[in-house]
Nanobody, 117 residues
């Protein structure tokens, strides 16, 4: 019953920006944390950024200072503002939500981000 719908991916030149969105469809559930992961062809899925229910954010070192994770006031949509994009940022980006009371992780379907040099 929990669905995550991602959008905002696309093709951008190096140095450009994209803003990813992940909207959660919920009933009476509570999102405890949300995060972004990415996976390039041939690579393992990599954690990129996360935000807790209290708003604490964390980032993988490679995106610090360039990416910003945030949530809306309802805490049902998470965003990833990506600035100063590099070709190595090219990947499929997935959002994840940790949901109570089940304490279960839900994943979005992914959105492609391609950064050209």
């Amino acid at each position: 019953q929990v669905q995550l719908v991602e959008s905002g991916g696309g093709l951008v030149q190096a140095g450009g920006s994209l803003r990813l969105s992940c909207a959660a469809s919920l009933s009476t559930f509570s999102i405890q944390a949300m995060g972004w992961y990415r996976q390039a062809p041939g690579n393992q899925r990599e954690w990129v950024a996360g935000i807790s229910n209290s708003g604490i954010t964390n980032y993988v070192d490679s995106v610090k200072g360039r990416f910003t994770i945030s949530r809306d006031n309802a805490k049902t949509t998470v965003y990833l503002q990506m600035n100063s994009l590099k070709p190595e940022d090219t990947a499929v980006y997935y959002c994840k939500a940790t949901v109570a009371p089940m304490w279960r992780d839900y994943w979005g379907q992914g959105t492609q981000v391609t950064v050209s040099s």
